[in-house]
């Protein structure tokens, strides 16, 4: 199983700003999963998008996908302090069941 | 729904001693997963089953780790003998096996070896 590779490492914006994460992947996908993971706590599942999707929405969530590039962008509009976290792509190949992730992004709202 | 739940939430260790850690997937889930997080190597999937059946272990470093899932509500990971190399935090995490369905992580067990 792939696994995606976030960018930038490390992100700090100022609440009410718009915050944008990108993942790039190696080979093809039949989905991609965004994660959040908080301080000493488990990941948790954020959104999903299917290879024939380009667009997808959840509340302040907005992802995209590109898979002519293999990348795909997570975007959380109007931050909030209770966003700081560390975010995960995770490229789901056909036929395997695990996802592998990357070293994430660690984003930090500052109030 | 309680979540995926793993204890010990922490474990301090002596070098050699062996640890075991546990977990209990959400109900109805078929598919479990270990996983490892450290700050050097970032979040690495150890094992993971379906169906109770262990499908890939390529992940698991030594044959002093051990994995079991003796029935569909249970899992160990065992570490014997341990090494501070191992210090980590350990995530076990279930999904039902259909479709697109999402990884459901429990809070993990910070293993301390000294």
């Known amino acids: 199983s792939q696994q995606g590779e976030e960018d930038p490492q490390a992100l700090s914006i100022q609440e009410g700003e718009n915050a944008t994460m990108n993942c790039s992947y190696k080979?093809?996908?039949?989905?991609l999963q965004w994660y959040r993971q908080n301080s000493g706590r488990g990941l948790v599942h954020l959104i999903l998008?299917?290879?024939?999707?380009r667009e997808k929405h959840s509340g302040r969530l907005r992802v995209t996908l590109d898979t002519s590039k293999k990348s795909s962008s997570l975007l959380i509009t109007a931050s909030r302090a209770a966003d700081t976290a560390s975010y995960f792509c995770?490229?789901?190949?056909?036929?395997?069941?695990?996802?592998?992730f990357g070293s994430g992004t660690r984003l930090q709202v500052q109030p | 729904d309680a979540g995926v739940i793993q204890s010990p939430r922490h474990e301090v260790t002596e070098m050699g001693q062996e640890v075991t850690l546990r977990c209990k997937p959400i109900?109805?889930?078929?598919?479990l997963f270990w996983y490892r997080q450290t700050m050097m190597r970032g979040l690495e999937l150890l094992i993971y089953?379906?169906?109770?059946?262990?499908?890939?272990d390529s992940g698991m470093p030594e044959d002093r780790f051990s994995a079991k899932m003796p029935n569909a509500s249970f899992s160990t990971l065992k570490i014997q003998p341990s090494e501070p190399r191992d210090s980590a935090v350990y995530f076990c995490?279930?999904?039902?096996?259909?479709?697109?369905?999402?990884?459901?992580f429990g809070n993990g067990t910070r293993l301390t070896v000294t």
């Open positions: 089953f379906n169906n109770n059946v262990p499908i890939d």
């Open positions: 995490a279930s999904r039902l096996d259909r479709g697109n369905s999402p990884l459901h």
């Open positions: 998008i299917r290879s024939n999707e």
């Open positions: 080979t093809s996908i039949n989905n």
């Open positions: 109900s109805g889930h078929n598919s």
């Open positions: 995770a490229p789901g190949d056909t036929g395997r069941r695990a996802l592998t």
